[in-house]
């Protein structure tokens, strides 16, 4: 493991059996594969997240990564609707439409378990009134949450 | 609904575009914005009132 701490892993692995229902996907989308490095674009960051999700479907029997490349195949990148690299489309029973774009390294690395359970659980806690504020909500609604790693 | 986490400083010219100094930082439908880690019903009042803004004014 080159990422996380052999006691971090047994955390992780623990956590993630204790709290996932459904299966989910790690859908993650490089500038390219195979590494070929694309002028402008950030392959480093893009390996160090493969590592990283990589390691995270380890810990779980219910997690798999998917690798595809932005360059190479649009007919994926148009179904995930992604724009930019890296990404990754947490996907469980069906698709919530959550993306990931970055690293999710250190703080944010807490944040990524905590998608995958509630895309795993396909729910994420919420009040009965709020369920009923978004239900009423029209279908085109598009969030961008902005974090940090520093 | 659609919802990206987008790391901002690896993302310059979108922290850039939507301002973002603090974070976290939601922007809704390009137009309104949520500032900090609000509580649960204050997120969904902004998201609401982003979405279904009140109608304008007429003078007629």
Do not use: C
Not at chain 1, 6 to 25: G, N, P, S, T, Y
Not at chain 1, 61 to 68: C, N, S
Not at chain 2, 51 to 59: E, G, Y
């Amino acid at each position: 493991m080159g990422f996380l701490s052999d006691q971090d892993a047994a955390f992780v692995r623990k956590r993630l059996a204790d709290d996932m229902k459904d299966d989910v996907r790690l859908v993650f989308f490089a500038p390219s594969t195979g590494g070929l490095a694309l002028p402008g674009e950030d392959w480093e960051m893009a390996e160090y997240t493969r590592t990283i999700l990589k390691e995270v479907a380890g810990l779980s029997d219910r997690i798999t990564l998917e690798e595809h490349s932005m360059v190479s195949e649009p007919e994926v990148v148009a179904r995930y609707g992604v724009d930019r690299t890296p990404a990754t489309a947490v996907i469980g029973a069906r698709d919530y439409g959550v993306r990931y774009y970055g690293m999710p390294a250190g703080y944010e690395f807490v944040t990524l378990l905590d998608l995958i359970i509630d895309v795993s659980r396909g729910t994420a806690g919420l009040t009965p009134a709020t369920l009923d504020s978004l239900a009423a909500l029209p279908a085109d609604v598009h969030l961008q949450v902005f974090v940090t790693t520093t | 609904m659609r919802a990206d986490i987008v790391e901002a400083s690896e993302f310059p010219d979108l922290a850039r575009r939507y301002n973002v100094y603090a974070v976290p930082k939601t922007v809704i439908n390009d137009t309104a914005e949520v500032v900090g880690a609000v509580p649960e019903a204050a997120f969904v009042d902004a998201l609401s009132k982003a979405v279904n803004p009140p109608p304008a004014q007429t003078s007629g």
